[in-house]
């Protein structure tokens, strides 16, 4: 059993409305879909969702990566996972974008060959359906208050906001939230990167007697002494997302007691592989986990709810990627969004019956 052919696609979709953080706004989706077959027939699909902010990718970068990435892969094993990351870690350092694009095909491609759903194959660790937060983004307090309130009056239960333009303003966001969705929700924050130490620790103090979860990202993701000194300051517990990309990310910011959790996402990790070693670190040092995503269609969604339900140690979840596209990618099958909870395929694979390849424009093709 070989991989004999892998195909690139572009997948240009709108936002229902725009998403803004602190880092700017999107409003349209260019991702990468990439399917991977093999020679008995069985197919694999992935997502590369790359942001020139976060990762220093984007879809141009993703198709070049994968142009070196795929000569490498052909005539490969699929089964052989580690190997086959190990070819692309060889081939070029980073893009991890581009890498994740791939490996959750031959992920998908795996789980379809031998029968079983990709979250069992990862572990297995819950089944049926995982709790999801929602995501508000950026805008007037009061907007974003009739925002949160509306997500829960639909049955949400966590509640994701983004901050990280002014403390200030950030504080009342958040007060006004609070008022809006009452003391039984849980809301966490996300400055993605937008504060400075000394803001982050303002904000912070500010919001004690608002209950928050945790704070992600408060400052820039380099400055992980600069996160310990936050972390030390304020009650409300830190959570390290862009700070952490790979395994040797993780050591490094747990050895420094500079968080109290970790935000793991695919994107970051180039793919499940190591996605699952990150989470393996965190556990030994007894650091919780959240599984997030960049923003992308359902198809990414649809693989990080596999990577939730495999993993113990992933107890916070961020799942409502491909849930603000004007067009689902998946045609049939996948995960779906059921109020707050997101469903566990039953199928092989990621689960995936069909894919709206009307959306999809081909870019390159390797055999």
């Known amino acids: 059993m070989t991989i004999k052919k892998i195909e690139v696609f572009r997948a240009e979709i709108p936002l229902e409305t725009p998403f803004v953080i602190s880092l700017g706004a999107i409003t349209e989706l260019n991702q ?26 984007d879809s141009e970068t993703v198709k070049a990566a994968i142009d070196l990435f795929a000569p490498g892969l052909l005539g490969e094993d699929p089964l052989r996972l580690e190997r086959l990351v190990g070819i692309m870690d060889e081939t070029l350092h980073r893009n991890t974008a581009a890498k994740a694009g791939l490996e959750i095909a031959l992920h998908d491609l795996v789980g379809n060959i031998i029968g079983v759903p990709l979250w069992k194959f990862l572990g297995g660790s819950r089944e049926v359906s995982v709790e999801t937060d929602y995501t508000v983004t950026i805008d007037e307090p009061s907007v974003m208050a009739e925002k949160a309130k509306e997500l829960v009056d639909q049955g949400f239960r966590e509640i994701k906001v983004k901050v990280g333009q002014n403390p200030e303003e950030d504080v009342t966001r958040l007060a006004e939230i609070r008022e809006a969705v009452g003391e039984d929700t849980a809301l966490r924050i996300d400055a993605n990167q937008g504060w400075s ?14 209950d928050i979860q945790f704070a992600e990202q408060p400052i820039k993701a380099g400055d992980i002494d600069g996160l310990k000194f936050v972390r030390n300051k304020v009650s409300v517990p830190v959570m390290a997302d862009e ?24 994107m970051k990790a180039g793919g499940f592989w190591k996605a699952k070693k990150i989470a393996a670190i965190a556990e030994a040092s007894e650091v919780k986990c959240m599984v997030g995503g960049m923003v992308g269609t359902d ?34 099958g996948g995960s779906r969004l059921e109020v707050n909870m997101r ?7 990621l689960g995936i019956e069909e894919i709206n390849e ?3 424009e081909e870019v390159n093709s390797y055999t």
């Not at 700070?243 to 695919?266: G, R």
């Not at 469903?343 to 694979?349: A, N, W």
């Open 343 to 349: 469903t566990l395929p039953e199928k092989p694979g």
């Open 299 to 332: 198809v990414l969604g649809t693989a990080a709810v596999h990577l939730a339900g495999a993993v113990e140690n992933i107890v916070f979840r961020d799942l409502d990627m491909g849930t603000s596209i004007t067009k689902p990618l998946i045609k049939k």
């Open 358 to 360: 009307d959306l999809l």
């Open 197 to 210: 130490r000394q803001e982050a620790v303002y904000a912070l103090t500010e919001m004690e007697d608002l």
């Open 243 to 266: 700070t952490v990309h790979s395994p040797k990310d993780a050591i490094d910011v747990i050895k420094k007691d500079a968080t109290d959790y970790i935000n793991i996402k695919l």
């Open 32 to 57: 990468i879909i990439v399917k991977v077959s093999d020679d008995a027939g069985n197919v694999g699909w992935g997502e590369a969702a790359a942001s020139k902010r976060i990762l220093g990718e």
